[in-house]
């Protein structure tokens, strides 16, 4: 079994790594006729490691055809469903999915909908008549950010958009029979948050209760996140388990006082089956949410092999569960919670750990004691250097203080408050009186948890963000990790931490180009980074958005994505909000960058340099310079657009120009001044519209690149389709971001500037939606 799990998993990775589905392996029946043989000639294992990665495959392909017809996307479509799943409230916008009950040819069954101004507030459970304006599930495309056709893909979303101002938006009814369990798990939730009014911690115990999280707030995830204790907050492996552990005992200790009455039965028959009813339980409670699914899928193969067999290897029991997982749940794999879980339980098993009582043959209670705890604090150490790796894979950072916070914590939350918890939320139905004592209770011990951690975050040095590292230098990593927890002698074992700490250094790291330049995707805006070899400038900051801003979903993950951990320079051209609107939250995450922008614009509370022609400094051999605007009030009587700064990059090879939205006017004025020079690259003025990138400006600049930063279908129509062809019969090759996502361009070992990267084409995946 545990081959074939480990076969299966491969299978499914590598079907995840293709830019498309093959059509041929979508045929049932070749797909059964290759189990078939399988089966036949390498074994019953080898076959059944092909079911998983073939059913993943039909999985696939079935959600993929499950998207919006594209002929229905911008149309106004009535539709009815469910919600099914707790919306995402906040005071601007209310985020939710919706089952579709409607039979509208080319609707999907399943889609994520944002109601803006909501008249009425939806709950989960609840049936609803909305009329939508829908489009395919497509978000921005950069590196190290926030994949959401990736997110809509595992969570088979079909179509995304949002409900329009409309007399027939309505409440069918309020417990819909299609999601009885929803709606059940929102009465909990309603009769909690009663008992819990004015408790500052009740986000967190509704998280542990019912799997909602929409309560917890930003800061609360920073301060999860940065301590390595997020899994506290999420109803996971560790909540199920302790359930089922609990109930197991339970189970036991009924067993045998059915013993003491008379009654035969085996009391660990009733553990085992009251472990399995009660994680199954707890997993519903949470919606069955997809970490509880693994979770309770894990516990009841254990329980049904200890069942069938007297003895059971915990690999068998842990690959036995890996292939009900992929089974139950084929996009498993998409989700980083999977490889952190069994990826965890795998390091315990492979290390042979087990808590065990050093002082036991002594007989002193306190050898016992610290002899658990010394395992327990054993057992960080192993997952944090285990699961390091991971961490900088998934989220580009280590929490170096994990090992000490789950130490304190985990033991808090799997002692007292979870079981207060779930025993003041059963309560709920026996004694409110009740039910509010244990509840506040579990709110006032989560709060002495949180102040530790707060504590925790508040030490140097909390977080390591370590440099990029290339893939395989990660694969060296992970295998070096391995061989450090290896439980039997490896010659030179501690070697290996010095070849680690080599790669994690950058030694083993791609070379750092002289100069690379990232034209990000942040929709309808301009968002630029200009990296040398020792500094590093961001040219605007992308726009604001209803419930965010770029700079801070775009603009700082890709900074981190590309190892900036210091930010020179912040430049805005302009004062549009699709220029300026990321600036704070950039100048927040970097507040020593020197802010440059026009003489017009004002920040509050920020003093910035005025961008003026002539303004130039050197980094690293690279020259920038402000070509535009005029130094004073020479051109003051300009629209916004023409008084943008206009930043020349330029090596000894190689010429870069940012011009802003500058339109003809100043593109004229520099023209004839001759202030334009011939260059390798030009994010086009003002997004391609047809009142810039004039004839003159473009023989002037004559580039090998143009890079146009628009949104994909925005209302402008940008660019201008004369606009692109004039930039094409200059000789220049054109590229959008709406179509190739985030570009990165670098210099080569002679100097001379080339493509690097098209995210959204180069890193392509069956989810990604591609338009021209």
Not at 468 to 479: G, K, Q, T
Not at 491 to 511: D, E, F, K
């Amino acid at each position: 079994m545990v081959p074939s799990a480990w076969l299966a998993l491969a299978i499914l990775c590598f079907m995840q790594l293709l830019p498309a589905l093959p059509e041929v392996l979508l045929i049932p029946e070749l797909a059964v006729t290759s189990v078939l043989l399988t089966w036949l000639v390498w074994g019953g294992r080898a076959g059944l490691a092909l079911v998983p990665g073939l059913w993943a495959l039909f999985s696939a392909g079935w959600t993929i055809d499950d998207r919006l017809d594209p002929r229905l996307a911008g149309q106004d479509i009535l539709v009815q469903g469910t919600i099914c799943e707790f919306p995402r409230k906040n005071p601007v916008v209310q985020r939710f999915m919706f089952e579709s009950a409607s039979d509208v040819p080319g609707l999907p069954q399943r889609f994520f909908i944002s109601w803006y101004e909501a008249t009425e507030i939806p709950e989960a459970g609840e049936r609803w008549q909305l009329k939508v304006r829908l489009k395919r599930p497509r978000g921005l495309s950069n590196p190290g950010g926030f994949d959401f056709e990736r997110w809509a893909h595992r969570q088979q979303v079909g179509a995304t958009g949002y409900v329009l101002r409309s007399a027939l938006n309505r409440r069918i009814s309020s417990d819909s029979a299609d999601c009885r369990l929803t709606g059940l798990r929102q009465r909990i939730a309603g009769r909690l948050k009663k008992e819990l009014s004015g408790q500052p911690e009740a986000g967190h115990l509704l998280a542990l209760s019912v799997g909602v999280r929409s309560e917890l707030t930003p800061a609360d995830w920073s301060l999860l996140r940065r301590t390595g204790t997020v899994h506290l907050m999420a109803i996971s492996g560790l909540h199920v388990g302790l359930v089922a552990v609990l109930m197991h005992f339970l189970g036991v200790q009924i067993g045998r006082l059915l013993l003491l009455a008379g009654a035969q039965n085996s009391p660990l028959v009733i553990g085992r089956a009251f472990a399995a009813v009660g994680a199954t339980a707890y997993a519903a409670l949470s919606g069955f949410s997809v970490p509880t699914v693994r979770a309770m899928v894990t516990v009841l193969v254990a329980v049904a092999l200890i069942s069938v067999r007297r003895s059971v290897s915990p690999w068998q029991i842990l690959a036995s569960a890996l292939v009900a997982v992929l089974m139950v749940d084929p996009a498993a794999p998409l989700s980083s919670g999977f490889w952190l879980s069994f990826y965890a339980v795998g390091l315990l098993l492979l290390k042979g750990f087990e808590i065990t009582c050093q002082g036991r043959e002594s007989g002193s209670r306190f050898f016992q004691v610290l002899g658990r705890t010394l395992a327990l604090g054993r057992m960080q150490i192993l997952l944090a250097v285990g699961l390091g790796p991971l961490s900088i894979l998934f989220f580009d950072q280590v929490s170096l203080v994990a090992p000490v916070s789950n130490l304190i914590i985990v033991p808090m939350f799997a002692l007292v408050i979870v079981p207060l918890t779930l025993f003041g939320t059963v309560s709920l139905w026996i004694s409110t009186a009740l039910a509010r004592i244990v509840l506040v209770s579990a709110a006032q011990v989560t709060e002495w948890a949180l102040d530790i951690l707060t504590w925790l975050d508040g030490l140097p040095l909390t977080v390591w963000h370590p440099p990029p590292i290339s893939s395989a230098a990660m694969v060296l990593v992970i295998a070096s990790t391995l061989i450090l927890v290896w439980p039997r002698p490896v010659p030179g074992r501690w070697l290996v931490l010095a070849l680690s700490t080599a790669a994690i250094g950058g030694v083993m790291t791609s070379g750092q180009p002289t100069l690379r330049v990232v034209v990000m995707d942040v929709g309808q805006g301009l968002a630029v980074l200009i990296q040398t070899s020792g500094h590093a400038l961001v040219f605007d900051a992308g726009p604001v958005y209803r419930t965010r801003d770029a700079g801070q979903s775009v603009v700082l993950p890709t900074l981190r994505y590309f190892g900036v951990r210091r930010l020179d320079t912040v430049v805005i051209s302009h004062g549009d909000a699709d220029h300026r609107g990321g600036a704070q939250s950039v100048l927040a995450g970097f507040p020593d960058a020197v802010l440059i922008a026009p003489a017009r614009v004002e920040f509050e509370g920020i003093r910035h340099l005025a961008c003026e022609a002539g303004l130039t400094w050197v980094w690293d051999g690279i020259q920038f310079r402000f070509l535009h605007p005029e130094p004073g009030n020479q051109n003051s009587g300009w629209s916004e657009n023409d008084d943008s700064c206009v930043l020349l990059v330029r090596t000894a090879q190689t010429g870069i120009l940012l011009p802003g939205d500058i339109e003809r006017r100043a593109e004229a004025y520099l023209t004839r001044h001759g202030l334009i020079p011939e260059v390798d690259l030009v994010v086009a003025p003002h997004h391609g519209s047809k009142s810039s990138s004039s004839g003159p400006f473009v023989t002037a600049t004559r580039p090998r690149f143009v890079v146009f930063s628009a949104g994909d279908r925005n209302r402008w129509g940008f660019p201008a389709e004369q606009v692109s062809a004039r930039w094409r019969n200059a000789g220049a090759k054109v590229m959008t971001t709406a179509y190739s996502g985030a570009i990165v361009f670098e210099t080569d070992r002679l100097g001379g500037l080339t493509l690097r990267r098209q995210q959204r084409l180069d890193g392509r995946r069956l989810w990604t939606e591609i338009t021209e």
